[in-house]
């Protein structure tokens, strides 16, 4: 088989071979057959190019342009065409003149004996590309943002037609939807933004090479835009105002400063960084300022108005006083300004808070409504000090300073000239001059006569018999004619109020007339200053008479008093200088001095007295006078300027302020004052020049407060600063409505009414009241306006808990302590809230009618007797294992089936009443809720198995099978098979205590059980099951626990035994396992508890 393939694939083989040959042989006799076509070429003018051709069984090809033979350098050695052996055209050098030009159609044709064939044409392009832009953009384009932007570009002339790309900073645009490139070379975008703002060029590319035109740089302009403008101004006249306006765009815009209403002040008008800068404002320059940004892109304008206040001036500053106690003094202070000036005096107290204003009075210091004048009323030591009258606008502040001293007595008059001793022959006039010097009262001048020292004096009068005698109104004395008998000694006398003076003089008769002198005597010198003083000593200074001339004898005395002498003294005598020290002066008292000058002719005139000088207690830590003196004239000029006040709650304000230039040196910090409409005060003190800002609390809300800043240097206070007014906004009340009262007007209407806020409360406009009914759970909400709220439709025999909140526009405030009330036929009672505890609860106490008592006693000892006789019966059937003192009522087993506990956790338990509830009535210390009832009979009580039974009843106390809650469960019947008798035990025995212990309870601990949560007692009562296996539990504590007033005694469950009683009795317990713990927790009690008379 394998031969037979063999030989048949050979034959296949060799007739295959014949066949080619003989296709082979059929074709060498036919025409060329073309192998490779040429194909379009674009070469660009002067650069080679090859036309490829092939053919098979060709013996000639020829080149063929636009129909005619392309002549090649076969046939002309001069031309730059080369047919090439593989039948190609090439060329050395494209060539594209009018006289030559090889661009055309191209085909080739093969030829031989038997025919020719012709190739498909091609193309020779000859690619060239002009260097001039038919349209391009511009070397400069300005867009404003968001306008549409349009960028030209007509490529340059080309073959084959140029390509367009546009290049944005170097970078190839791309199109978006906001940028396109159109077919025509148009670069286009929609609406142009700042990032657009750039240099484009258009370029032009094909094979003859690239163009770029001319870089168009492109401006996206930005309209103005105010990023920060101009506000509204007021300040002082006098300071320097800066108003600010800082504008941006593209470009940068100009900014130009003008005045609506009026001129500009120039001179004092500059533009500093695109702000107006005004220097020493005043009045006349308040007005409308516009600030106007200009650009190619726009224009834009904004504007603010500058108020120049004048700061207050004092027309009338107080003068210094000296009074003496008991008297009354005034100190006058006028202050004027546009806008009126707020007067202030502020008093010599250590309190910073003591200000009096127009209309207040404080003491024994009053302000007068009108004039503002101070008046100070019985005055005494302790009003001696500084008194300052503020004047305080938005404008600026002054400050005026008077000293009143108050002395038990003013200094007594001084002789200022007396009367010299004369020698006269007779028949001579005698002149004895007297003048008296008295600041603090109006003295009187009288002379008397005494012939000799022993001798009484007479007085002289003008009116008497002797006609030689005149007194004159400067206090002088004129004897006409003397004789012999009018020698003698005259002495002038002056009194007044505050005491007496005197000095006399010797008229001689002598028989020879003597040189009379010239009576001239020196001019006196200015009024004495104290420079400094301490505790004993003080340094006085003064100027001479401009009318004394230069005299080498020259000097002067100084005279003192002090409070308690009787006359002046000299303190010092013969100083050649205007200065001394005058020592040995007692700590703590009040002197005045004068000081004369005296010459060879004698001493002149006394100087005006100086001011009363204090000297220093040997504590007192005062300044010098050089100090004080140098700290106040400091501070008398304006040092701070408070800038701004920014409510940033309803009770709080944000402070700003700045010192003046080279203020802040002389300071050492601010006092921050805060003055409310209703006069009250507050002063807060900001330390250190640096301090710039201070945020003021706890001011009342919905009140007008103004506030200014005084500085300070130790203990003297400068000039106030311009003052703010502030309104604060309202504020929810601080405080619920308090006396919160319930009246029952008919069954179902209640009226309820409660007190109205103070203003300090209320802290803004109450506009309503918000009453909420809760009964079970249900809130009624009621809003009122009037506080009363008459509430009708209610439900009798439901307790209601009724609270009131107070309501501004800026929200409800807390709400007052529950109120309860019980709607019933009956009238209802309630409590007031203890106002004096907050947190605690309002007591209530259901009413007790007469009646009910006087049933109740009848029925409970008929129960009782009733109960005894049948706890005796059933003590006859008990068993001799039982306790011979068991109540038989409890063997029953019919009483308590098998699967229910003695009591109703399932735990056998004792009752007795706990030492609190022996104490005190817990009916009317308990909140009473128609599903929450307290125990007011009983405490539980365990008995351990060790312990002698000593039971506090012979009544077994029964309750129905355990719940969770004792709310609307029906009474639990108990059919007795023995007697007949059914007892509603529901009806009237004690509920379960509030907090039963759950099961991890450690019993071994005392700890509170019952649970007083809100003023209100909770009872729970959880089934018997709940309670197993106590024994290894932890303790157990609750919130309730801490604050109950029950007492009790918790068991572990002890089940059922099957005696032949079927019942527990309280001694049986004695036999069994339990644990005993005992909670004692005593909740605090706000005052006394209401009595009850429900025991």
Known sequence: MYDCVRKQCSRMGIIFIFCILGFVAANEGGPPVITEHPSNVVARRNDPATLNCAASGASRIRWYRDGEEVTTSTLDTRSHRVLLLSGSLFFLRVTATRRDNDAGTYWCVASNSYGATRSRSATLTVAFLADEFQAEPESSVKARVGEPLILPCQPPKGSPPPELTWLRDGEEVTNSSRVNVLATGDLVISQVVEEDSAVYICRARNAAGSRESEPSKVI???????????????????????????????????????????????????????????????????????CEVESEAGIAAARATLTVVDAPELTQKPQDVQVVSGERAKLSCVVNGDPKPFVL?????????????????????????????????????????????????????????????????????????????????????????????????????????????????????????????????????????????????????????????????????????????????????????????????????????????????????????????????????????????????????????????????????????????TTRSSRDPALSEDQLRHVRRRLSRPAVTLNDAVITAPDSVLLTWEFLPSMDEAVEGVLVYTLSERGTVQVATVLGSSSSSHLLHDLTPNTHFTIFLVPFWRSVEGTPSNSHTVFMPEDVPSTPPSDVRVTQREEGFILITWATLTVEQARGEVIGYQVTLTHNGTQTLETVQSPWLEARGLAPGRLYTVRVAAQTAAGLGPFSAPVLMDVSSADSHTQEADEKDDDASVLYAPPQ???????????????????????????????????????????????????????????????????????????????????????????????????????????????????????????????????????????????????????????????????????????????????????????????????????????????????????????????????????????????????????
């Open 220 to 290: 996206i302009m930005t309209p103005p835009w105010f990023e920060e403008r101009p506000a509204n101004v007021t300040v002082a006249s006098g300071v320097m105002v800066e108003l600010a306006c800082r504008a941006r765009g593209s470009p940068t815009p100009t900014v130009t400063w003008r005045r609506l209403d009026g001129k500009m002040p120039l001179g004092r008008a500059m533009i500093e960084d695109q702000r107006l800068v005004l220097d020493h404002v005043a009045a006349a320059d308040s007005g409308v300022y516009v």
């Open 345 to 613: 005096w502020r008093l010599p107290d250590a309190d910073k808070t003591a200000l009096l204003s127009a209309g207040q009075s404080s003491g024994r210091a009053s302000v007068d409504g009108s004039s503002h004048t101070l008046l100070l009323q019985d005055v005494t030591t302790e009003d001696s000090g500084a008194y300052h009258c503020w004047g305080i606008s938005n404008g600026g502040g002054v400050t005026a300073r008077a000293e009143v001293t108050v002395v038990s007595a003013h200094p007594p008059p001084v002789v200022g000239v007396g009367p010299e001793d004369l020698k006269l022959v007779p028949g001579d006039i005698a002149s004895f001059p007297c003048e008296a010097v008295s600041e603090a009262a109006t003295p009187t001048i009288t002379w008397w006569y005494r012939p000799a020292a022993h001798l009484p004096a007479r007085q002289l009068t003008a009116e008497g018999d002797d006609a030689r005698i005149s007194l004159p109104t400067n206090g002088a004395l004129i004897l006409k004619d003397v004789q012999a008998d009018d020698a003698g000694i005259y002495t002038c006398h002056i009194t007044a109020d505050t005491g007496s003076v005197e000095q006399a003089a010797i008229l001689r008769i002598v028989d020879e007339p003597s040189l009379q002198e010239s009576f001239l005597l020196p001019a006196p010198p200015s009024k004495p200053r104290v420079m400094a003083v301490n505790e004993t000593a003080v340094r006085l200074t003064w100027l001479p008479n401009s009318r004394v001339s230069e005299s080498s004898s020259l000097s002067y005395t100084v005279e003192y008093w002090r409070q308690g002498w009787e006359e002046w003294r000299v303190a010092e005598a013969l100083i050649p200088q205007e200065t001394c020290v005058l020592g040995n002066l007692a700590p703590g008292y009040t002197y005045t001095f004068l000081v004369r000058a005296v010459t060879e002719r004698g001493a002149s005139f006394p100087s005006p007295w100086s001011d009363p000088v």
């Open 849 to 1095: 009618p007469a009646w009910l008592v006087y049933l109740l006693i009848p029925l409970v000892l008929l129960l009782s007797m009733g109960t005894l006789l049948y706890v005796r019966r059933l003590r006859g059937k008990s068993t001799p294992t039982n306790p011979p003192h068991a109540p038989a009522l409890y063997q029953d087993p019919s009483l308590y089936p098998a699967h229910h506990s003695v009591n109703m956790y399932g735990e056998q338990k004792l009752w007795r009443p706990s030492e609190s509830d022996k104490e005190s009535s817990l009916s009317s210390t308990r909140l009473l809720r128609p599903e929450q009832l307290v125990n007011e009979y009983a405490e539980p009580r365990i008995q351990r198995a060790n312990e002698t039974t000593e039971p506090y009843a012979t009544t077994a106390l029964l309750v129905a099978p355990s719940s969770p809650r004792m709310t609307h469960a029906a009474p639990w019947r108990h059919q007795s098979d023995d007697s007949g008798v059914q007892v509603n035990w529901a009806a009237f025995l004690p509920p379960p205590p509030a907090c039963p212990p759950p099961r991890d309870f450690d019993m071994g601990d005392p700890v509170g059980a019952s649970d007083f949560c809100g003023g209100v007692y909770r009872v729970v009562t959880p089934s018997s099951s709940q309670y197993d296996n106590m024994a290894g539990s932890e303790q157990y504590e609750r919130p309730c626990d801490a604050t109950s007033e029950h007492t009790y005694d918790i068991y572990t469950q002890v089940a059922p035994v099957d005696n032949r009683g079927g019942f527990l009795t309280f001694n049986t317990l004695q036999a069994r396992d339990h644990r005993r713990a005992r909670s004692e927790s005593q909740p605090p009690v706000p005052g006394d508890p209401p009595q009850s008379n429900t025991h």
